[in-house]
């Protein structure tokens, strides 16, 4: 019997056992899932060990009681895994399963009400068995009566991974790689990745995309479905077993020929397999010139400095079009920034003012900041420019790079300027606008929770700001959200927190009233 995976792999699992009315479940389900909590508990949910062949362990389990004295029953299930690296748990076949004669359980465990229950697991390690690694899963079952409808089953499934050390052998085989289309037509690198041992192994794989002189384009990692659906950033392999890896470089590709190295991370080892890659001109979404024209390494810099010191710094971009094109560097302060926080007039650039860069070439702009020796304490900002034109002196984009300068401590803080709200089309919108009254730049956010007349929290709602750019001191900047539509006829209060990045910087509290 094949059950499902729901969550992660070592968690809690819920099941659901219908018998003959599988039309109440609408009705039911509420009630009976109240009742499952009443159910037992299992602790630990997985042991891991390393033995010797020849050796015997011995694991105790605690079952947590309900409310209710209960029948547990533990079965055998195998661990299995899908090509996507998902898994699934496969009820044991004594005849199949080799290795069921090494583990010892209770087929049945009386769980009185009020009492925490122990229950011992042994598994005997023959002499001649063969070195790798072994999952038993245990799969904790109370049995809960029904009364002949519908009942909702926390199953626990508990699992045991044995390691039989010796020759350690770990292998692992690509077997194929490709360059296709994903759902949005963008090319993707897809491959699959072969465990050739005995054990076990957690892989990940990191890809690095150059050009056909070997210079890198790209670093991206290859990653499984399961590691995307739980943000991991690397895959249990069982032994055997293959999986697909696939990832998308952030910059479309222009047709052509590409070298690809994948580094395969596993257990302690690291394996590079070099590929050469072709990307066909058809079936593929590219980038547009003007996207791929130029890349900047970083888009920001941040500098410490005292009055009277100079700092250079490079800004690093690349041309990763198959055309020429021609770069103008220059520099700008932030919109609406005062004059008294502009760092315009100390910064000069080292290299040329316009350059031609070659297609999959890299280039960089060599910059320096020289600080007055009167220059006073606070945040001083400014921009770098870089306009790119293609062949024909069009031009294409245009790209930022935003600089700050910190001379001694700088003040964050914020003011609240005014608020509003007003329903579009059925939706509560709530706006403040914020002004920045410190020395130093804001990324803000805001969290929003409304109060109705009875002094009641109907909710807490997030608020963002309607430009990703910085707001940089004495700057206003204006913060949205989606609130409820609320009743005209009450008057509400708010709480107004609003954060830079992570930190609580300031909150605010009001009234407003709902006037359609």
């Known amino acids: ?41 299992v602790t630990p949910l997985s042991v891991e060990k390393y033995v010797r062949p020849g050796e015997t362990i011995t694991e105790t389990f605690y079952i947590l009681p309900g409310n209710t004295t209960q029948q547990v029953s533990i079965a055998l299930f195998q661990l299995v895994q899908d090509f996507s690296g998902n898994f699934n748990y496969e009820e044991v076949d004594p005849d199949s399963f080799l290795y069921s004669s090494w583990i010892q359980y209770d087929n049945l ?7 925490t229950t122990a229950t011992e697991v042994k598994i005997n390690i023959p002499m001649n068995a063969p070195f790798g690694t072994y999952n038993f899963i245990l799969m904790f ?8 409808q519908l009942g909702i089953i926390i199953r626990y499934a508990i699992r045991l991974t044995i390691h039989v050390e010796g020759i350690t052998i770990t ?8 360059v296709v289309p994903n759902e949005e037509r963008r090319p993707t690198v897809v491959t699959s990745i072969l465990n050739d041992s005995s054990f076990d192994l957690i892989v990940s794989i990191e890809a690095v995309l150059r050009d056909q002189k070997g210079k890198i384009i790209e670093r991206f990692p290859l990653k499984t479905q399961y590691m995307e659906r739980n943000n991991l950033s690397a895959q249990r392999i069982l032994k055997g077993n293959k999986v697909m890896f696939y990832g998308t470089p952030k910059y479309l590709l222009s047709p052509g020929d590409y070298k690809l190295n994948l580094f395969v991370n596993y257990s302690d080892r690291q394996k590079v397999f070099t590929f050469n890659i072709t990307v066909p001109s058809e079936g593929f979404s590219f980038a547009p010139l003007e996207e791929l024209a130029l890349v900047l390494d970083q888009n920001e810099f941040s500098f410490t400095l005292y009055p009277g010191a100079v700092k ?14 021609t770069v103008k560097i220059g520099a700008k302060d932030f919109p609406g920034l005062d004059k008294k926080y502009s760092l315009i007039s100390w910064l000069t650039l080292r290299s040329t003012e316009t350059m031609v860069v070659y297609p999959q070439r890299p280039a960089r702009a060599i910059m320096s900041i020289s600080v007055p020796k009167d220059a006073q304490e606070g945040g001083y900002y400014g921009k770098i420019v870089l306009n790119v034109y293609d062949e024909l002196e069009n031009l294409l984009t245009q790209k930022e790079v935003n600089i700050e300068l910190i ?3 700088v003040e964050y803080d914020v003011e609240l300027v005014s608020t509003n709200y007003e329903v579009v089309e059925g939706i509560g919108i709530f706006s403040a606008v914020v002004k920045n009254i410190g020395s130093g730049y804001l990324i803000p956010k805001g969290s929003l929770s409304i109060i109705n007349s009875k002094g009641v929290s109907i909710g807490v709602y997030d608020l963002v700001p309607s430009s990703e750019e910085w707001v940089v001191p004495e700057k206003e900047v204006l913060l949205l959200g989606e609130v409820p539509d609320l009743d005209i006829s009450q008057d509400y209060s708010y709480i107004l927190t609003i954060y830079n990045k992570e930190n609580k910087l300031k909150t605010f509290e009001g009234t407003f009233f709902n006037s359609k």
């Not at 292998?171 to 490709?178: F, T, Y």
């Not at 250079?312 to 094109?325: A, E, I, P, Y």
């Open 109 to 115: 465990v009386t769980v009185p009400a009020g009492t």
């Open 312 to 325: 250079s710094f490079v800004v690093g971009f690349q041309n990763l079009s198959n055309k020429n094109v």
């Open 407 to 409: 001379i001694g401590k």
């Open 171 to 178: 292998q692992i085989r690509i077997d194929d790689l490709e």
């Open 1 to 41: 019997m094949l059950l499902p995976f729901w969550v992660l792999l070592w968690e809690r699992r819920m099941f659901v056992s219908t018998t003959k009315n599988v039309f109440l479940i609408i009705i039911f389900s509420v009630l009976f899932f109240l009742i499952s909590f009443s159910q037992i508990s």
């Open 141 to 148: 079952t109370p049995r809960v009566e029904t009364s002949g």
